[in-house]
């Protein structure tokens, strides 16, 4: 028997399932979809846990709670604590200074005394951060929750047919006032000539990327960040920015194999800051924009405060 309903199951709804058992709740979980699979942008993040990378555009609640991300995720999956490398080509020196400006916690460096393998570049070295393989995240969680006796139904829930608590983490299909989609798009290549340990991020004036590594020589490129809502795949403009800021990045670049191109739309509310609204029995986990990883541990923690303590936290509000 359940004491709690959880309704989607991307890395909100999954986080927060752990967090709940934690605490001695047992939820059920229920996603349409099933278990996660490329049908949600869970399924297409970078897994970079950067806190302070992302504060140079983020709200300070961002990069405050995103700090712990990290040792809760490595309680779950594999966490890489290499940090962030952020570079900028020569002509866009301009790009990192303005970033050293508005960014905390980190230093200059040498790109090749971090990563030997790129071009040298004068760089910025964020240590506290770090990065996890998302797939293997979504995997590793579902295996604990199955440990515990909790796996993902497959089946087409409404919140106002379940009776008792409802947490409600199913992102734009919530359809929550003010919540928009942001359309993000990602290429996944293998490369097994170039060697990366940390996420690096390339500054430009129009065309940021960043580079994520996975095993087996694979890089996660990513991401648009594009205001529309559309699910069309991914467009050639979009593929001829990432891959050519790639190979700006390293020339090697151009002789990897593109694996996989995916794209999906980030629920996000006007101020891009995760939220959990109450309303009436339901709580709902969302906005997570392109903080999921980052920012679900900290939305699952409060939302367990209150279901089990009545606490209400930073995240929490009341509709």
């Not at 971090?114 to 996890?132: K, S, V």
């Not at 497959?154 to 919540?179: F, K, M, S, Y």
């Not at 001829?240 to 670049?253: I, K």
């Amino acid at each position: 028997m359940s004491d709690v309903t959880i309704i989607g199951a991307g890395v909100a709804g999954l986080f927060a399932a752990h967090e709940l058992l934690g605490r001695g709740v047992t939820p059920r979980i229920l996603d349409r979809n099933g278990p996660p699979g490329p049908h949600g942008c869970s399924w297409w993040a970078g897994g970079m846990l950067a806190p302070w990378c992302e504060g140079v555009t983020a709200e300070p609640v961002i990069t405050r709670l995103g700090a712990d991300a990290a040792n809760a995720w490595a309680a779950v999956t594999p966490v890489t604590r290499l940090g962030t490398l952020v570079l900028a080509l020569d002509r866009d020196r301009s790009e990192l200074a303005r970033f050293a400006r508005r960014a905390t916690g980190h230093r200059t460096c040498d790109s090749a005394a971090l990563e030997p393998d790129l071009p040298p570049r004068q760089g910025l070295h964020f240590p506290d951060e770090a990065h996890l393989d998302p797939r293997r995240a979504l995997a590793d969680l579902l295996a604990a929750l199955a440990a515990r006796g909790v796996t993902v139904e497959r089946a087409e829930a409404d919140p106002a047919d379940i009776p008792g608590p409802v947490i409600d983490a199913r992102g734009l299909t919530a359809a929550l006032p003010g919540l928009r989609g942001v359309r993000g798009e990602m290429i996944v290549l293998h490369a097994p000539e170039i060697t990366l340990t940390r996420p690096v991020r390339l500054l430009h004036p129009r065309h940021p990327l960043y580079i994520v590594p996975r095993a087996g020589g694979l890089f996660m490129l990513g991401a648009t960040q594009i205001e529309s809502a559309s699910r069309a795949p991914v467009t050639a403009r979009s593929v001829l920015e990432l891959l050519s800021a790639a190979y700006a990045l390293d020339p090697r670049f151009a002789e990897s194999s593109v694996i996989e191109l995916g794209t999906d739309l980030r629920p996000a509310f006007p101020d891009n800051i995760p939220r959990v609204t109450l309303r009436g029995r339901v709580i709902h986990l969302n906005g997570l924009f392109r903080h999921g990883y980052l920012m679900a541990p900290a939305l699952a923690a409060q939302a367990a405060d209150y279901l089990t303590t009545g606490t209400k936290g930073e995240l929490i509000h009341e509709d």
